[in-house]
């Protein structure tokens, strides 16, 4: 099969920091590749390394059949990218900066003020058009820096962390976005750490942690990995929790699960539900909430790292900065 963009081994230090060691990864062209993992798992330096903006300490990728080391100039002119903040120029109005970014690609003057003006419309952004940047909210800079990165008309697309710190309606209108521009036969590269964000727009996801590709596979492929179903059981006492998951694992041959006053595990055989019921009346415990609901990806990394994507992981977020600092200072 041949791939927009493939990766075989990418192995990635700055000074004696790993960021990445040994990452494979493929997207099919017109497809959305989720690449999901925590803050300072490698995602974007992944990201950068497929866009020719750094090189890999080894391994090897393609991006549009050309290899982003030895042909980068071939690879961006077919790519178009749009990194974790919004890279608008803020003393410019929407429209100068979609014509400049035009310009320099090489469009002529007309040409771009026309490609700009249709950009403008589609992201709804026209009304806005004649004013500075800076006046504008976050989602309208992140739809401005969308539509900047697709002046080119590029086959093929990195958005890095693209809906960090916007509002779940300026969100919900990037994910029709990507979904329009599948449409039209653009892949797609999302880096998230949104597990929702992932399960809406990815047809094929790969999961990093610690530099390292530790699932592949459609959403539904991944959560079949933890159990089809996940049951979830809250006591009206807090105290009654450890009863709860004594019970709870025993039934479901595995250990669950306390969050927050919330006791769940995977398990394979909705059967277990009322069997699990009796046992707690039997224990004398007052449930305050039951269900039986289908895994999620969350669930899914749990299972695979032992920690939540929501988590504070110190160690990675160290890993990242170090990385930063190193690679500034290069």
Do not use: C
Not at 40 to 61: N, Q, V, Y
Not at 199 to 222: C, K, M, N, W, Y
């Amino acid at each position: 099969m041949s791939y927009a963009i493939q990766a075989e081994d990418l192995v990635k230090r700055f000074g004696e920091t790993e960021a990445l060691a040994g990452v494979s990864l493929t997207a099919a062209p017109g497809t959305v590749l989720g690449v999901l993992g925590p803050n300072g798992a490698g995602k974007t330096t992944t990201t950068r390394i497929l866009a020719t903006l750094i090189e890999p300490t080894s391994g090897r990728a393609e991006v549009g059949g050309h290899d982003v080391v030895r042909e980068a100039h071939q690879v961006r002119q077919l790519i178009g990218l749009t990194g974790q903040y919004a890279g608008v120029d803020e003393m410019l109005t929407g429209t100068e900066n979609l014509v400049l970014i035009g310009r320099l690609l090489g469009i002529p003057r007309r040409d771009a003020k026309a490609r700009a003006a249709e950009l403008l419309e589609r992201f709804q952004l026209t009304e806005a058009a004649e004013r500075a940047a800076k006046t504008y909210s976050g989602g309208m800079r992140r739809r401005l820096d969308l539509a900047a990165s697709l002046v080119g008309r590029p086959q093929i697309l990195f958005l890095d962390e693209p809906t960090t710190g916007l509002d779940p309606r300026s969100r919900n209108g990037l994910w029709d976005i990507v979904r329009g521009l599948t449409s039209d036969g653009v892949t797609v590269l999302l880096t998230t750490q949104y597990l929702e964000e992932a399960d809406q727009l990815a047809d094929d996801i790969v999961v990093i942690d610690r530099g390292q590709v530790i699932a592949h596979g459609t959403s539904d492929e991944l959560k079949a990995q933890v159990g089809g179903q996940v049951l979830e059981v809250r006591p009206v006492r807090a105290a009654d929790n450890a009863v709860v998951a004594r019970i709870v694992g025993e039934l479901a041959e595995t250990a669950p699960e306390v969050r927050e006053g919330l006791v769940s595990a995977p398990i394979t055989d909705a059967a277990l539900m009322p069997a699990v019921v009796r046992h707690l009346d039997d224990a004398g415990v007052a449930v305050g909430e039951l269900s039986l609901r289908k895994s999620s990806l969350d669930e899914v990394f749990f299972a695979l790292t032992g920690h939540h994507t929501d988590d504070i992981d110190a160690e990675a977020g160290e890993l990242a900065e170090a990385a930063t600092k190193q690679e500034t200072s290069a």
